[in-house]
């Protein structure tokens, strides 16, 4: 149950957009449509923004979203704002029947 | 209003057990999976474990596979998480998130504040 990889930090200018990636393997990510994403600010519990690969919570900015190809699925920002400085994990369900996280990304808006 | 409030953390020693609790309101609770994750002092998520709507289908991460034990009474909305054996390293801020439905093979939708778990002599 090795956690997925994400680049440890990606940085944009307000207006900009960013994508943050998540590599796992055949057996979790590549085998499932069960990605989601979660955001994290400093001190609080995680947020969900996206499921199942692509869909956005009622309630999510549609400046969210998500896809993926092959073992490697992937989070856009667009029109980054102060906001959305935060930390942000991805997760998918695995052959194991466990669930397993990324390994996180902070996002700083410069 | 969906709530989850986490209890039962504290500071313990090494190689004793500690029961977590998250009592549920808002919503239906025995139509929803469940799941526990932790977060160690200043580093990412990590998933510990996973239990259906009725307690039939329950999973683990290997790292507590064998030492932690999920459970859930519906009458109580409540779950709860049974920590024998613990390790320095199984200190954490322990979530409670309630699944998108009934098999935790779905995301967490909504998660409580979480109980600090520190395991130090």
């Known amino acids: 149950q090795s956690a997925l990889t994400q680049p440890a930090s990606v940085s944009g200018s307000p207006g900009q957009s960013i994508t943050i990636s998540c590599t796992g393997t055949s057996s979790d990510v590549g085998g499932y449509n069960y990605v989601s994403w979660y955001q994290q600010h400093p001190g609080k519990a995680p947020k969900l923004m996206i499921y199942d690969v692509s869909n956005r919570p009622s309630g999510v900015s549609n400046r969210f979203s998500g896809s993926k190809s092959g073992n490697t699925a992937s989070l856009t920002i667009s029109g980054l704002q102060a906001e959305d400085e935060a930390d942000y994990y991805c997760s998918s369900y695995t052959s194991s029947s466990t669930q397993v996280f990324g390994t996180g990304t902070k996002v700083t808006v410069l | 209003e969906v709530q989850l409030v986490e209890s039962g953390g504290g500071l313990v020693q090494p190689g004793r057990s500690l029961r977590l609790s998250c009592a549920a309101s808002g919503f239906t609770f025995d139509d929803y999976a469940m799941h526990w994750v932790r977060q160690a002092p200043g580093k990412g998520l990590e998933w510990v474990s996973g239990?259906?709507?009725?307690?039939?289908?329950?999973g683990y991460a290997d790292s507590v596979k064998g030492r932690f034990t999920i459970s859930r009474d519906n009458a109580k909305n409540s779950l709860y998480l049974q920590m024998n054996s613990l390790r320095a390293e199984d200190t954490a801020l322990y979530y409670c998130?309630?699944?998108?439905?009934?098999?935790?093979?779905?995301?967490?939708?909504?998660w409580g504040k979480g109980t600090t778990v520190t395991v130090s002599s």
């Open positions: 239990i259906s709507w009725n307690s039939g289908s329950i």
């Open positions: 998130a309630k699944a998108y439905n009934w098999n935790f093979h779905s995301h967490m939708d909504v």
